[in-house]
């Protein structure tokens, strides 16, 4: 078998310009589909920075939230329900809200101002300068270094500007995993200052973050809460509503599907056309080794071999392609939303699969029909 | 029928019958022919387009289910054979020359011989080192590198040779060998396979018009309307 397909392998890379036009037609597919989808688990990650970033384990919420962003004010007494809910370890209040800050040069900028409680500070970041004690001095903020940062001047340790006629001092510079994905500069801060600096409505408490006692608690402490008419979700069943929103609410989950479609289509039609030729071209050499004595099935391992073969290689200049290309935009744009990930990688490689299925398909089903007869015949 | 006379059987052909098509579209190519072939003899089927001379052959080696009738190639019925056996016949036994060659363009002559080693599952290394050798045996082994497209049109013939001889077959077929080629190479080649390729354990077959080469025949079998009209002595014979 390994001559057979040596022989495979020779007639499908000596024949330099299909071969070329077959790698183009599958690296190309390849390319689009993991950009495409890349960009899109790039934009669903950043949406749910905050949920990641915070790293409680659940989340409590009025239902009608959408994203993290849009929070629904809570009474303050759902904390305390929230708190005697047996399972649960313990639970603090987070406030999530956007605010104007007027910078020293007068300009202005939209933040995102994070109000952790004041006790317990759960879910702050990681400080890279500055200690998390001065969080408690007065005017105090921690500001997130990352790829907003420069959007309010790159401030360091005592910068100040204001927010809401509230004098802001910056006491620390903070790392999170991921950054937001509208391109706002986050700052932290404790709960108390959070809805002191920041205009609310009559309710001020944006989400309620809860340390279950054990996994098996979270079907109880849910089944509480959705008593008490609000939801509690655990962190990757937030993440997930937030990506159902976006893949099915805005629109863009059902574009990026058609790209993907359109991506596979164009990178099916290039490689299945071509491989078609290359099948017709040598269809009746195929023919000529079948009457010398090439069983059916040969003939078929040889075409699913090169089939097999252009698409593994088609595959990997793709993803090595896409994944150049991401990088470098994300050296030159820090803020790019695209994520390589292995679910992309497995899609990538299914569409591929497909496509080589489909165009092995149509040359096995020439070389099994074709008659040494027909040879002998012209 | 002198060389037939002190020869073993190689071939025999009884009453096949082949036709294609059905009802009103059914055409019969071959009605019910007969024959032998012996080892060590070049049989010529000779006959006008049409004759059914190319069918007759397809079923001989065995590439060609009849409709009736039975091909026996060394004492053993093909057409008994399941479609493998028929295959490992084919590669086994019968070696085809076929009238465009049918070399592939992107491998170099060696790898087009070396094929039906390859498919005897003769190991890579082996099967080349052995297609040079048959290369040599057709002129050629300086050339072993070369792509077909690189060759001329008799010599791209006798590398097709090298490649039908390389499963050493003991039944070879040429279809019209010399269509493609000016008189004087086809001659050449007819005579090379005459003195090199033809011995007592081997029998050639060969469908061809081409008058200028019927002096290599031992015998002829002219062919008309899918039947046999007469079997001649070649120049070989006379």
């Known amino acids: 078998m390994k001559g057979i397909l040596k022989i495979a392998y020779k007639l499908l890379v000596n024949d330099k310009g299909k071969f070329a036009a077959l790698l183009v037609g599958i690296t190309f597919a390849v390319f689009l589909m993991n950009m495409m989808t890349s960009m899109f688990a790039g934009i669903l990650n950043k949406s749910s920075a905050t949920v990641i970033n915070i790293g409680a384990r659940m989340w409590v919420m009025d239902p009608a939230v959408k994203t993290v962003a849009s929070s629904i004010p809570m009474p303050d007494y759902v904390l305390d329900a929230v708190r005697s809910i047996k399972g649960v370890r313990y639970a603090v209040p987070l406030y999530s809200g956007g605010a104007l800050v007027k910078l020293a040069d007068g300009t202005y900028q939209n933040v995102t101002v994070l109000g952790l409680d004041d006790a317990s500070l759960f879910g702050r970041p990681q400080l890279i300068e500055g200690r998390i004690e001065d969080i408690y001095s007065d005017n105090a903020f921690i500001v997130v270094k990352d790829s907003e940062y420069p959007k309010l001047g790159s401030p360091k340790i005592g910068t100040q500007f204001e927010l809401n006629d509230h004098r802001v001092v910056i006491t620390g510079l903070a790392r999170v995993t991921t950054s937001g994905l509208f391109g706002v500069p986050t700052l932290y801060t404790t709960y108390t200052r959070a809805i002191q600096y920041i205009p609310n409505p009559r309710f001020t408490l944006s989400y309620i973050l809860v340390e279950p006692k054990s996994r098996a608690a979270v079907p109880y402490i849910q089944k509480q809460i959705k008593a008490l008419g609000y939801e509690a979700l655990t962190n990757e069943q937030f993440m997930k509503k937030i990506s159902n929103f976006y893949m099915y609410q805005t629109g863009l989950g059902t574009n990026v599907f058609l790209m993907t479609i359109i991506s596979f289509i164009v990178g099916l039609s290039i490689s299945g056309q071509t491989f078609y030729t290359f099948i017709l071209e040598n269809l009746d050499r195929f023919g000529a080794i079948k009457a010398i004595g090439a069983r059916g099935r040969e003939l078929v391992y040889m075409i699913l071999f090169q089939a097999a073969f252009t698409a593994l290689i088609g595959y990997g200049l793709g993803i090595g392609l896409s994944s150049l290309i991401i990088f470098l935009a994300k050296l030159r744009i820090s803020s790019y939303a695209a994520m390589v990930t292995y679910r992309n990688l497995a899609l990538a490689f299914v569409m591929v699969l497909v496509i080589a299925g489909i165009s092995s398909y149509i040359g096995v089903r020439k070389v099994i029909k074709i008659e040494p007869f027909d040879i002998f015949r012209g | ?238």
């Open chain 2, 1 to 238: 029928m002198a060389a037939a006379e002190n020869k073993n059987l190689a071939v025999k052909a009884s009453g096949l019958v082949k036709w294609f098509g059905e009802g009103e579209a059914k055409t019969v190519a071959v009605r019910g022919v007969s024959f032998e072939a012996y080892f060590g003899e070049m049989l010529y089927i000779e006959g006008p387009s049409g004759s059914g001379k190319t069918t007759l052959l397809s079923m001989i080696s065995g590439i060609l289910r009849p409709n009736s009738g039975s091909v026996t190639v060394e004492g053993k019925d093909i057409w008994n054979l399941t479609n493998d056996q028929l295959a490992d016949f084919r590669l086994n036994t019968v070696g085809f020359v076929f009238q465009d060659y049918h070399l592939f363009p992107r491998l170099s002559t060696r790898e087009n011989v070396a094929i039906p080693l390859i498919l005897k599952k003769v190991g890579w290394d082996e099967a080349m080192d052995r297609a040079i050798e048959y290369l040599e045996v057709v002129g050629l082994r300086e050339r072993a590198h070369l792509q077909p497209v690189k060759l001329s049109g008799g010599e791209q013939q006798r590398v097709a040779i090298a490649r039908a001889i390389a499963s050493r077959p003991d039944l070879l077929i040429f279809d019209e060998p010399t269509a493609s080629l000016d008189g004087d190479t086809g001659r050449r080649i007819v005579d090379f396979v005459k003195n090199n390729i033809l011995n007592d354990k081997r029998c050639i077959m060969i469908v061809t018009h081409d008058n200028r080469i019927f002096e290599f025949a031992d015998r002829i079998m002219r062919m008309e309307d899918g039947m046999i009209k007469g079997m001649e002595k070649g120049g070989n014979e006379k």
